[in-house]
């Protein structure tokens, strides 16, 4: 899981740059999406353990 919450990180530092750059559209929107479902999984499934 240590490379899903990677992935989130870099997700989430494109989605701002996209935000302050104003680039990416929709695209960068929907990967932040799933980085957050990413990271509310990884955050169920380590108290689960």
């Known amino acids: ?19 302050l750059l104003r680039i990416g559209g929709g695209f960068i929107h929907i990967l932040l999406v799933v980085a957050a479902i990413v990271f509310i999984i990884d955050f169920i499934t380590g108290r689960a353990r």
């Open 1 to 19: 899981m240590a490379f899903l919450r990677w992935l989130g990180g870099i997700v989430i530092l494109f989605w701002l740059l996209g935000l």
